[in-house]
C-alpha cells in the first residue's frame, strides 16, 4: 500500500521533489533502489512507491529534529540506502544537503561544518561520530543534531537513524511545493586538491537542465540500471546515482564498497558505466591478465577478434563509412569472441562506457576499443554539475582522446591562453559562502573561467591539455603538461602511477610506481622470482622501467622529457592521501610529502 497522493495537481517537473512524485505515480512497481546488506546473499529493492513512502516518513522525522528550510544539513557515509533516502528527505524537508567525503580528515569535516552552518549531520556508525561529536560541543560550529545509523547513542548526543520513521506525522513532506527551480538543491563540497574544499551551490535549475540534456544525449534501455559505485560526495555520483535516476525512473544498486563493483557489475550488466581512469586502468589489467594465462590457440582467437574491432572503431571515429564485410567480421567476432569475455565483467550491455574527472592514458582507451568497449572521454567540473562536453556513441561522434563537444545548453570558448570558458543553463549558481550567501563566479557576460586548458580541432572536438594552475613553467621559460608527460609514461604496462615535476628547474624529474597487478604477471614471464616491494630494486624490473622513461622521452619535446627518476614502493589512493577520493592526484601532496626525493633527483 502506497500514500502517494492523487494527481489532480498538474506537475511541472522543475524540481526533484517532482520528479519522485511523478515516479511514484506513474511508475509505483518498478523498481528504485537495491543493496546488499553486509554478509547478506540477497538483495533488497524497494520500488518507487517504496521510496516515495520512506522519504515521506524521513522528511517528518528530519523536520521533528528542527530541520527548515533553507537549512544545510551534512551527511557523512558511504553508498548505502539511508544516505540516498536521507538526501531525497532533506531536499523534501526544504534543507541543503551536502555529502562529506568519508575519507575527510577531521579538519576537513570541521571546515565543510562550520563554512556550510549546518546544523544537522547524518553519518554511518558511531565510530564515524567520534570527530562529530566535539563540533556538538564546539561553541564555533553551529551543529545540533547528530544521526547515526549505526550504533547510535543517546549518551553521546546520538539520534538514532531508526527513530526518524517513528515519527508522526506533522505536515512537513508538503513543505516542498514551496520549492523553485531556483532554490539550492545541494553544496557540493571539492576535494580540495589546492587548498580547502569551496562549496559549489547547485539548484534544482541546473541539476534538472544537466540531466535533462544528457538524457537527450544518449539512448538507452527504459528502466535502466545503474551501480551507484562512486562517492556521493562526487558531482559525477550524485547526477548518475541520485539525480537521473529520478529524470529515467532507473533502477539503483547501492555498491558501498567501491573495490567491490567488479563483483557487483556482472549481476547488473548496466547500459552505463563511469570509470574514472584509475578503474579502467585497472579493469584492463585484470583482463590483460587473463589473456596472458589463455592457451595460445585461444589468446590468438582473441587477438584476431580485437584486430576486427580496432579497425571497425577506427572507421566510426573518422566519419568513414564501414565497409559492409568488416561489419559483419566485427558483428560476428563480437558475439563469438568479445561478448563472452565482456559478460564476465558485467560490460557486454553497456551502450556507454564512459570516463571522466582526468585524462585517461590513450593506450587505455585504445586497449578498450579493440574489446569493443569504445569508452567515451566526458569533461567537466563540479561548476558545469557534471558534464559539459562528451564524446558520444555514432560515427564521427567522438574522438579517442579528446572529451567531445559541448552539450545540449553549454556554450563554450577558448581564452587566448587556451583556458577553457563556460557559459549555459547548467552552471551553478556561485560558492557558498560563511555567511550563507551565494558569491556568482561568471562575469557579466556569463562565461565561467574553468582553470582547465585546451584546444579545439577543426571538428568541434575539445582536448584538455592541462589545468592552468598545474603547468609546470621550467626555469629555462617552458610551459609543460604534467598530465601529458605521466600518461606517457603510463603507457607502458609496468608504470602504473607517475608524477611530474619540475616548476622552475631545469628539467623535469619523475616518480613512478609499478603497477601492482601487472608487474609481478611480467616479473614470472622474465622468470624473476622475487615478489612484493622487492620487484621495485630488481635489477631487470628497473631495466625495464628505464626503456619505458625513453620511450615515453622519444615521443616528448625536450622540455617535456624526464632527465632522472625514482622508482617508489606502495601504490598511491585516497588512504594514503597522494589521491582525492575521486582518484584525482594530488599535487601538492605528493610534492610535500616526496620533497626530499624530488629534490635528490636534480643534486649531481
Known sequence: MTSVPGTADAPTYRTLPELLLRNAREYPDRPALSWRAPGAADWTTLTWARVHDTVTALTEGYAALGVRPGDHALIMMGNRPEHWLSDLALVHTGAVPSTVYSTSAPEQVTHIARHSRARLAVVESAETAAHWETLLKDPDTPLEHLVVVEGADPDRGHTPYAALTATAPAGAADRWRDLTPDSLATVVYTSGTTGDPKGVAISHRSVLAQANALDRAIEVPENPAHVCYLPLAHIA?????LYMPLVRVSHVWMCADPTAVAGVLPHVRPPHFLGVPRVWEKFAGAVQAVLAGLPEEQRQAVDRARAVATAYVEHLERDGEVPADLEQRYRGARSAVLEPLLAKLGLDRVVLPSSASAPMPLDVVRFWASLGIVVMDAWGLTESVGVATMNVPGTGSFRLGSVGRPIEGVQMRLGEDGEVFLRGETLFDGYLQPDGSVRPETDEEGWFATGDVGRVDEDGFLWITDRKKELIVTSGGKNVSPALVENTLKEHPLVGQAFAHGDHR?????????????????????GIEVQGEELAEHPEVLAE????????????????????????????????????????????????????????????
Do not use: F, H, I
Not at 555520483?237 to 546515482?241: K, N, Q
Open 237 to 241: 555520483e550524485r547526477l548518475l546515482g
Open 506 to 526: 631545469p628539467y623535469l624529474v619523475a616518480l613512478l610506481v609499478l603497477d601492482p597487478e601487472l608487474t609481478p604477471l611480467w616479473a614470472a614471464s622474465q
Open 545 to 604: 622501467v628505464d626503456r619505458a622513461v625513453q620511450t615515453a622521452n622519444a615521443r616528448l619535446s625536450r622540455a617535456e622529457q624526464v632527465k632522472r627518476y625514482r622508482v617508489l614502493t606502495g601504490e598511491w589512493g585516497p588512504d594514503t592521501g597522494e589521491l582525492t577520493p575521486s582518484l584525482k592526484l594530488r599535487r601538492r601532496v605528493v610534492a610535500d610529502r616526496y620533497a626530499d626525493q624530488l629534490n635528490a633527483l636534480y643534486q649531481d
